[in-house]
């Protein structure tokens, strides 16, 4: 009796031991205190600085994230053309999903590799290993990632340097096609097969992603934004061709404005026969890439009228930071520094 009882505390101890091993969470020895990276914290929030930016405290991380607040810059209503003074080029290589800007950085995503550009050494600095094939990417103080079609992730940059990811949410809604993301003041946003999913900064763990709007389904798909709206650029979309009824479909981009206030959505620029690759705007104007064109389309954001276009061989991502338009060149694998004026 007392060895079969022995014998029996043997087995429940072995038993609670498992159990803790599987249930005990996995913990990040690079966060603060050991934490989880999916883990909230107290502290998690965002404080407007008053000055354009807000702190973001994410999984007990802060970083600041600009609001693109073009609102106290003058309205320009009047006809205007574009012009543009390269300034730089810098050679970052393969740029599969895009780019973003961070002070004097370039980051840049290629398969599983996040890589931190210098641009005053024009050197890669840093790299980081991400957990699977990044299919998106997002800078706005941090770094933002979609990977694997499923996860994102969030990696802190501290000085020339990408930290370890500091959050991270797994199998958003279930899918296994998230493509782009985008990282605005106060909400994230991902393109999930066929519809605009968002989530809090400082609820990013709500679950089921509420959406935005509905896409149609593997489009290719950009965003940017100001402070009122969002812009998307979407290309790959088909319709039945008009001009012939025996022709199944043809292909054409559009250009979507949603307004975040109103929620509502228009649809304020199409085009046949083309692919949209990239959209950035400023306080006045929308530039939209399109690759095999080899352009930059501008318009005026106010009046939807044409401001010109800016020649770049296979552009794709660009981005608009002040006075200066920054465009990648898939063809010759650059980033392109542009000073931009209007006459």
């Not at 650029?233 to 022709?247: C, E, I, T």
Request: proline share 4%; net charge negative; aromatic share 10%.
């Amino acid at each position: 009796m007392k060895i079969l009882g022995l014998a029996l505390i043997g087995l429940l101890m072995l038993n609670t031991s498992c159990k803790k091993e599987e249930t005990e969470p996995v913990t990040n020895p690079s966060l603060p205190n050991n934490t989880t990276p999916t883990d909230h914290h107290e502290n998690d929030g965002i404080v407007d600085n008053g000055d354009g930016t807000s702190t973001v405290t994410l999984g007990n991380v802060s970083f600041n994230t600009n609001q693109r607040d073009f609102s106290g810059e003058p309205i320009v209503t009047e006809l205007k053309t574009v012009s543009v003074n390269q300034l730089e080029e810098y050679s970052i290589g393969v740029s599969s999903e895009g780019f973003g800007i961070e002070k004097n950085f370039i980051i840049t995503s290629s398969n599983t590799k996040l890589k931190l550009y210098d641009m005053i050494s024009k050197s890669v600095v840093d790299e980081q290993t991400t957990s699977f094939n990044v299919s998106g990417l997002s800078v706005n103080g941090c770094v933002m990632t979609t990977e694997g079609s499923e996860d994102v992730n969030f990696y802190n940059i501290e000085g020339s340097k990408i930290d370890k990811h500091f959050f991270h949410i797994p199998s958003v809604n279930g899918s296994k096609f998230l493509s782009i993301c985008y990282l605005d003041y106060k909400y994230a946003y991902v393109y999930d097969e066929s519809s605009i999913l968002s989530f809090p900064l400082d609820n990013a763990t709500i679950n089921p992603k509420p959406k935005v709007m509905d896409i149609p389904s593997f489009a290719t798909v950009n965003i940017t934004s100001d402070k009122d709206k969002l812009y998307l650029a979407l290309g790959d979309l088909s319709k039945p061709d008009p001009n012939d009824p025996n022709a199944a479909y043809i292909n054409y981009s559009s250009l979507r404005v949603f307004d975040k206030i109103t929620k509502i959505f228009t649809d304020v620029n199409s085009a046949d026969n083309i692919n949209y690759s990239g959209i950035t705007v400023d306080a006045n104007y929308i530039y939209i890439a399109i690759k095999d064109a080899n352009i930059i389309k501008v318009i005026n954001k106010h009046t939807n009228n044409d401001s010109g276009t800016i020649s770049v061989n296979g552009v794709t991502k660009i981005i608009k930071e002040g006075n200066y338009l920054y465009a990648y060149s898939s063809a010759n694998q650059k980033l392109i520094k542009y000073e931009v004026s209007f006459n």
